[in-house]
């Protein structure tokens, strides 16, 4: 069994680190083989992207990673967003796990006290309108606000060298002014973007009763059946850009994710077409 999960960068890996630091893992079940991270570093950020040029970055990812994989999980909800079903035929060996999916399925199934709901995203997300439609399905009865953070991406990527604690002090700013855009009064915020876990601390402080969901709780549900092993799963690190980029930031992300360790072995540059390495 071999795993892939697809980012624009190091967001992903707080969904693969969801997975690699699941405590209620089967342990009597064969640990998968391999895991594929791949950090499309050459098109960060998606946030700003249109559906279209999503569109065609998306299938050049899943081009270059169904030979490496039989499950991609896309850890990246911009790219949730724009997963359908014609996409997916045109990857018949290739079980693909959406994330925003994953989430409306588990909120329907588990959450089903919650009346009000903020989704932050990236723009493309927010304008995609996949999290409001989806959840529309799921749980026809919930009151959703959906709110583009368009600094955060940038910010995060940028900063995430100085420290975890840092980065919490420098967002709280922009952290504030997505605050202040909140009309409902919301029984939790989720985590529309894999990036935005990272920005936890700052979110925390400043609404330090509501409940944060993150997607990757529902997704890390729905891959039960795979099972990490940091001895017999072995973990390739790609960058879509330099290699050298992606190994600082693992770096830094060493004392707040399990799984950046991991990441730190084998680190390397994929050649993905239509990618502007
Ligand atoms: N981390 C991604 C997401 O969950 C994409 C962020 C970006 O590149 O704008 O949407």
New binding site residues.
Partial sequence: MKIAFL???V??LTVLNSFVDDSKKAFDSEPISEITYLADLAN????GKSQEELKLILLNNLQWLQSRADSVVLA????SAILDSEIERQFPNVKIYG?IQAFAKDLALNHKNLKKLVVL??R??HNSGAYINMLKQSRPDLEVQSVPCPEW?PLIEDNLSKGYEPLQELAEESVKKIINQIEIEADALVFG???YPLLKGAIKKLLPKVLLLDPADSIRKELSEFVFSPTQTSITTYSSSNEEVLKDKLKSLDKILLCAKYCQNKVKAAQIIGAKA
Wanted: charged share 5%.
């Fill in positions: 980012d624009s960068g967001g992903g960060l950020p998606y946030g990246c909800n911009t790219s994330l995203s990236t493309a997300t991406v973007c894999t990036h």
